[in-house]
């Protein structure tokens, strides 16, 4: 069994700019090929988009399903404490909230649901599911 992939490797230690803007790539690119799956496979009608008020606070991903919001996702390098946009974009929709991390020694639940889980976990296994 080969070692396990870091964060560091997921950014690409090796080349020049923001980790955390790569990643975000990266993340951009997992979620778009999970949606482009359930819709050639089973034949969903999922969308992916960014979220941002007037106010100026953004999430960076918004997935659709049927063009209702089911999941909003903010991506940063090492920030393990939730994003306050989570709570002022869509707040009282049911919807799921998930922040994906570059380096987090942990992955964390909250109360109201929202979750932060390391991207390597998030990579292993891409879902829009909620």
């Known amino acids: 069994m080969g070692s396990p992939v870091s964060a560091n490797a997921l950014a690409g230690d090796l080349l020049p700019g923001d980790k955390g803007t790569r990643l975000e790539n990266l993340v951009a690119c997992a979620l778009l090929k999970e949606i482009h799956r359930l819709q050639d496979v ?44 989570f709570s002022k974009l869509l707040a009282g929709e049911p919807i799921s909230r998930l922040q994906v991390v570059g380096e ?26 909620a």
Do not use: C, M, T
């Open 42 to 85: 089973d034949g969903e009608n999922f969308d992916l988009h960014y979220s941002r008020n007037k106010e100026g606070q953004e999430i960076d991903f918004l997935v659709s399903r049927k063009s209702r919001p089911v999941k909003l996702i903010e991506v940063k390098w090492k920030d393990a404490s939730l994003s306050p946009s």
């Open 104 to 129: 987090l020694e942990q992955n964390k639940s909250y109360p109201g649901g929202e979750r932060i889980e390391a991207a390597v976990d998030f990579l292993a296994g891409v879902s829009i599911a």
